[in-house]
Every structure is written in structure tokens, then in C-alpha cells.
């Protein structure tokens, strides 16, 4: 089934390539140094949320839903906005723990990002930025952030304390000295993450409209 997106050559997600299948479709040739494609066929990395996830749009199979929707938002002339969970991401605290919030115990917290330990840099950032490039969306629904944000104690936010002058060892409770001041550096912590996020999407689409929930 093909992946529809405005602007780039369709991928066409199939089961399984074989090199029997490869024989059998006439039509496909292998591009040559420096060709674009006219179509790339893929085997689908994860073929139960491509192929039980797809949508019908004038009776043909697609797996890219944003586009269908931005395509039904054009058509009956009004804004499209993209929800994007900023927070709650289970798979990508498993691919890269290190950008997990920590307990005190260095435990993680469950499914729960640490906007200090490079996450908004190196994966939220660019992901964002894909979206607006292959969607240009009027808008966008940050959800799943604000309520996340508990005391950090991975090491990125404890060398933040240590060179605000919190000192070496950071309070462990509500009884020890400088806890207001850790509790107010996680606030800060997201609140430069915001203020950051809006500012790059304004940046690039001064128009696009930015919700977060809660963060007020």
C-alpha cells in the first residue's frame, strides 16, 4: 500500500520483498547513480500499525493519515492542526534512556522526558520540523508535557544545579535545604523548553498557531 505524502516520490510498503517478487513486477527498475526514483517500495518495518492502521481515500490504501487529513482539511477550507504528545513517548524512553526523567533513586519515571537532557534538541525539535515541512500545519496541540514535570535527577539537571550554585548535593526531599530552588529549576527547565518550541515554529511559520496544554 502506498504512503501518500504531497511533494516526494510515494513509498509503497509491501509484506515481504523477495527476490522472486522482485522478478515478477515488470514495471520497477532499480534507479541508476544519481536518479531520482519515481516510487520507492519498502518493506514495511512495522507492518501492524502500516497495514492495520491504514485509511481508504478514493478507494486506495494509505498508511500516511496526517496527509489524508490535511488534504480533508484543504478541501473543506479550514485550519488543520497536529496533536503531538511532547512527553509520554514509551518507545523512544526505551531506545534512549538517557533522556528519561530520573527519581531520586536514578530510577525512571514512567514514560516521562527530561527537556534538559537533549531530547528537545536531537529528536522533538526535528520532528516538529519534518511535520511542518511535509504538512505545513495552521497549528499545533502540545499535550502530554506539563504534567511530567516532577524533580529530575539525571545527570544533566544535577550539573545544572551545581553550576547555579545549588552545590553538589542536590536536596532529596522537602525537609532538605534548597528544594524550593530545585523545584523552581524544573519549572524554569520547562519553561525554556516552551518558550524554545514556540519560538522555532515561529521562526519558520510566523502564522502557525501554538497550544500547550496545561502551561499556563
Known amino acids: 500500500q502506498p504512503c501518500r505524502v504531497s511533494g516526494v516520490p510515494p513509498y509503497v510498503y509491501v509484506q515481504r520483498i523477495q527476490p522472486a517478487s522482485l522478478a515478477a513486477w515488470k514495471n520497477l527498475r532499480a534507479t541508476s547513480s544519481g536518479e531520482a526514483p519515481d516510487v520507492i517500495v519498502r518493506q514495511a518495518p512495522t507492518p501492524q500499525s502500516v497495514f492495520r492502521g491504514s485509511v481508504r481515500p478514493d478507494g486506495m490504501a494509505s498508511c500516511d493519515v ?6 480533508a482539511a484543504r478541501a473543506l477550507g479550514v485550519p488543520f492542526s497536529a ?4 512527553g509520554r513517548d514509551g518507545v523512544i524512553m526505551q531506545r534512549r534512556p538517557e533522556w528519561n526523567r530520573r527519581k531520586v533513586d536514578g530510577s525512571p519515571w514512567e514514560r516521562a522526558l527530561c527537556y534538559h537532557s537533549g531530547v528537545a534538541e ?3 525539535w526535528p520532528m516538529i520540523d519534518e511535520i511542518m515541512e511535509r504538512y505545513r500545519p495552521d497549528g499545533f496541540w502540545f499535550d502530554g508535557s506539563c504534567f511530567t514535570v516532577s524533580q529530575c535527577y539525571c545527570a544533566k539537571c544535577l550539573e545544572r544545579f551545581r553550576r547555579e550554585g545549588g552545590g553538589s548535593n542536590p536536596p532529596r526531599s522537602a525537609a532538605a535545604p534548597g528544594w524550593a530552588a530545585y523545584k523552581e529549576m524544573q519549572r524554569a527547565i520547562y519553561r525554556e523548553f516552551v518558550a524554545a518550541t514556540a519560538a522555532r515554529i515561529k521562526r519558520r511559520d510566523p502564522a502557525c498557531l501554538v497550544a500547550v496544554n496545561w502551561a499556563y
Open 83 to 86: 496533536y503531538y504528545n511532547l
Open 66 to 71: 496526517l496527509q489524508v487529513w490535511v488534504d
Open 122 to 124: 536531537q529528536y522533538l
